[in-house]
């Protein structure tokens, strides 16, 4: 974005730079100074001219958390909630060194990640600006926490739902100042009101702040005034060193571990009901579908369901499809309902006509029926992972944010899959007294594929985390750091369960049956148990091991008195 020139210049009002702050009359901007929108989906202006934010001066700020203190007082919140945190940054070392304090709430961006990633449409921006939180709306999702870079939205454990800074507006609109300004003994903290146009002109120059995430992210209206002569990039937080794993999300492991063997094994059924039905038909192989598709339905209506338990309201989580126009969340819900949808009726087809043998498929207009709902099964199961990978795809999380995300999820689809149809092969040849020569050749493909699979998303990742740990960028570089110190027994653990499930496929890639029918299927689920266990793991680490964006925090103290 580059606004003119006249766009940069003074405003009508005592909202410019350089004036005492008003929270009465909001500044209107000249004639001369147009509005200068960037197109970005989910922008929220809506036909304001001016913007009340935070304008914090970093020159002031003695650190005494007396803001932290009103504001929690003010809102009612129970400790571990905090909606204004104060943090420190330091440079130089001993004895030359400096440290300075950062005192900050909500920065109400005019392109507030957490608006437009809400599912649900909970965030509502008023005409002074402030992007206010709807409590009564939120299903407590926490994606927002997740989209913000600055760590603003935050789950209030005991409402179950996400609350955060609203710059006091209720006090506001009685002609009082915000808690924290009110509070602040150095008049670090005031409110001011400016015209947009001249956020949209300074706020890479006014939004800045040492080790702090980019203004370009979401366009934040705060404007921080640093002490003179100050060389931000000299600077560091102070928490820095100190990372620690974040939630691990246990329902969204089991949500996205299990769509996702849903999807590889419906890609595998698919791809069989089309080889059987232009090269051969095969009774045997045809029967192994009928079986396997209503499996794998009920496994991606259990993951479904799971992925409920995430949310503070699941009573409310039918609003989840309201935002779609600019939230991933809400698409991926669309688009893995209308994968099972569509997996629920080509599953039924199979087990109908297949499995159970009731009806012809000739009833329901045969073959070429069956397979365009497959097809379609396939089409809206690429949607919805892709969907579902695109959550984790923010920037204010950076070892999510890249198209590594996105192969991981498409990755464990293509080795689980085939995976399951051998264990349902098996169990066809073992219960319904099919040869099991017959199903040979299909079972070695599956094999082969899920081997070639494995070992392609390991090295991958093995090299992708081994750029992190050479990047320049913090966040990146400390998640590396901790999948290979924190978690390296369970890296360990991970690496021999997969090893011994490589192991196991070796029997179905053989032409030769060397084992008994009940042998082979004992060995087929452990073989899936254990590609399941460590696709749980690599959940797990990737959950656990990312480092988001923030502003600078605190040095924790652990009970036991060890810095953590």
Known sequence: ????????????????????????????????????????????????????????????????????????????????????????????????????FLSSGCNHCLDAACAKGCPVDAYQVNDK?????????????????????????TMQTDRRIVTKCDLCHNRLEDGQDPACVAACPAGAIEVETVAIAQIFAEHMENGVGPDMPAPNLTIPSTKITLPEGMDVAAFTKVDQPFVKPEHPHTPLIVMTVLTQLGFGGFCTVFMADLIRTFFFDSAALGHVLGWLAPTLMGIVALSLGASTLHLGRPIHAGRAMKNWKSSWLSREVLGLSAFAGAAMVYALILFVTEGLGLLDIGVIGGSAVRLIIGFGTVICGIAGIYCSSMIYRVPARPAWDSRKTTIDFFDVAAILGPAAFIVAAMVATLIAGHSIGFLTGAMQTAALFAAIAFVFKHTKNAYIIKKWHESDTHELKASAEMRITHFFRLRMIRNSIGIAGLLALIPFMSSTALLSAVGLLAIALLMLMLFLAVSFINRYIFFVSVVPRNIPGNYVVASKGEAH
């Not at 203190?69 to 009612?76: L, S």
């Not at 709306?137 to 939205?153: A, D, L």
């Open 1 to 100: 974005m580059n606004p003119s020139s006249d766009t940069k210049q003074g405003c009508c009002g005592g909202g410019c730079s350089g004036s005492k702050p008003t929270t009465e009359a909001p500044a209107k901007p000249c004639e001369s100074a147009p509005v200068d929108r960037p197109d970005i989906v989910g922008f929220r202006t809506e036909g304001r001219e001016s913007q009340t934010r935070f304008h914090f001066h970093m020159d002031l700020c003695i650190g005494c958390h007396a803001c932290e203190v009103a504001c929690g007082e003010q809102n009612n919140l129970p400790a571990e909630t905090q909606w204004r945190r104060v943090g420190e940054v330091q440079s130089g070392t001993f004895p030359d060194t400096q440290s300075f």
């Open 129 to 153: 600006g402030i992007v206010i939180h709807l409590d009564d709306v939120c299903i407590g999702c926490g994606y927002c926490t997740w989209n913000c870079p600055y760590g603003v939205p």
